[in-house]
C-alpha cells in the first residue's frame, strides 16, 4: 500500500499516512459498521493509505463479515480479534499490533457513528496544531427509530448528560475530560494506553493520568460526529449502568471527589426509592418520587412539543432510564469498591 503526505493547516506541515493509526473498537455493530467505515474514507484520497484497524471483541451479528467483505474495496482495512471484548483493550491492542515505532497519532473512532468528511485528517491536523496530548470531540445525537430519536433529542441536555461539554457542545478550548477522537501516541504509550480491565468509563480514568502527567486535553468544536444513540429502554440502561460503574471505580481508582452533577442522578434514584418505602407510614414522602416523575412528564410533553413529534414524549423515560441506571451502576460498584 502506497503511503502518501499530505499538507495539514499548520504551515509547512507534512504528515505521512503510515504516522498515523485509526482504530474502531466493535462488538455486534453490523448495523452501523459499513456505514462507520465508509464514512471515514470519505474525503482527501490520503485516507485511504491511513491504516484503519477495526478491533472486534467476538460479535455474533455479523459486524466481522462485514467487516471482511470491505477489505476487498478499502486495502488499507483490516480486522483483529480482542478476546477481552472491552474497547479499552481493543485499542491498546490495536496499538501493540499495529502501530509502528514511526506512528506519531492515535484516531479512535467508534463503531456506533457517522462521521464528517476526513475525520482522521482533521483529527490529526487538530493534534499537530494544538500539541495536545489528546484531542477530543462533541458528539451531536440522532435517532432513527422513535425511542432513538428521543433519547437523542433529550441525551444533549443538561437532564440527559448533565450538561457535559462534548455532548452537543459548541465552544472549543481546553478541557479536562470528552469523548475521546485523537492521541499524541508518544503520551498513550508512556501511560500504558487505556487501563484495559475497564469496561466502561475509560476515557475518563486515561483523562485523569494525563493531567496528572502534565497533558492537555483540547476540546475542538468544529470536528463534530454523529452518534445513533440506544434504541430500547433495555440496551440504554445497560449502557448507563455500566457507565455509573465505571465512574465509580475511576474515582475509587485515583482519589476522586465526584461532581455534583453526577451525584444528581444517585440523588434522585435514593430520593425516589426512600419516598415510595416510607409512603405508607408517612404520606408527604411521596413528594419526592412524584416531584421526580413531574420533572421527566414536563420535559416529555416540551420535547414533545418543541420536536412536534409524538416520540417526544418517549424523552422522559429516556432521561429517567439514564438516570436510574447511572446511579444503580455508581451505587453497586461503589459497595463493591475499586475491584
Known amino acids: 500500500m502506497e503511503s502518501r503526505v499530505i499538507p495539514l493547516e499548520k504551515p509547512n506541515s507534512r504528515i505521512d499516512a503510515s504516522q498515523v ?16 467505515i465508509r464514512s471515514l474514507m470519505t474525503g482527501d ?3 485511504r493509505s491511513v491504516p484503519l484497524v477495526v478491533v472486534d471483541g467476538g ?9 471482511e467483505a470491505l477489505i476487498k474495496e478499502f486495502p488499507n482495512l483490516r480486522i483483529l480479534y480482542n478476546p477481552e471484548r472491552f474497547q479499552s483493550a481493543a485499542v491498546n491492542q490495536a496499538v501493540t499490533e499495529c502501530a509502528g515505532p514511526e506512528a506519531r497519532f492515535l484516531v479512535r473512532c ?3 457513528s457517522v462521521f464528517p468528511q476526513d475525520f482522521i485528517l482533521s483529527v490529526t491536523s487538530a493534534l499537530i496544531r494544538t500539541g495536545a ?17 428521543a433519547n437523542a433529542w433529550i441525551v444533549d441536555t443538561p437532564l440527559g448528560s448533565g450538561g457535559s461539554a462534548h455532548r452537543g457542545g459548541r465552544q472549543s478550548g481546553y478541557v479536562d475530560h470528552g469523548h475521546h477522537a485523537g492521541f499524541d501516541l508518544t503520551m498513550f504509550r508512556s501511560l500504558g494506553g487505556y487501563d484495559g480491565a475497564f469496561s466502561h ?10 493531567a496528572q502527567a ?5 476540546l475542538d468544536a468544529t470536528i463534530r460526529k454523529i452518534y445513533i444513540p440506544r434504541g430500547t429502554v433495555g440496551a ?18 485515583h482519589g476522586q471527589r465526584p461532581k455534583i452533577r453526577q451525584m444528581l442522578p444517585v440523588l434522585a434514584l435514593l430520593g425516589s426509592l426512600t419516598g415510595l418505602i416510607a409512603f405508607p407510614f408517612f404520606a408527604p414522602a411521596l413528594i419526592l418520587p412524584a416531584a421526580y416523575f413531574a420533572i421527566l412528564l414536563t420535559a416529555s410533553i416540551l420535547v414533545c412539543t418543541v420536536k412536534r413529534s409524538p416520540c417526544g414524549l418517549l424523552a422522559g423515560v429516556a432521561s429517567g432510564t439514564m438516570h436510574m441506571s447511572w446511579a444503580a451502576g455508581f451505587i453497586k460498584q461503589s459497595l463493591v469498591g475499586p475491584r
Open 133 to 149: 496530548a489528546s484531542v477530543v470531540i462533541p458528539m451531536d445525537a440522532q435517532g432513527e427509530t422513535c425511542f432513538e430519536k
Open 201 to 210: 468509563n475509560e476515557d475518563a480514568e486515561y483523562d485523569e493520568r494525563v
Open 45 to 47: 484520497a490520503w485516507l
Open 59 to 67: 460479535s455474533t451479528d455479523g459486524t466481522a463479515e462485514i467487516v
Open 110 to 112: 467508534d463503531a456506533h
Open 21 to 36: 493509526l485509526a482504530v474502531i473498537p466493535a462488538l455486534n455493530e453490523a448495523r452501523h459498521i459499513e456505514t462507520c
Open 214 to 218: 502534565g497533558g492537555q486535553i483540547f
Open 236 to 253: 440504554l440502561a445497560k449502557q448507563y449502568f455500566n457507565y455509573g460503574k465505571g465512574r465509580a471505580r475511576t474515582i475509587f481508582k
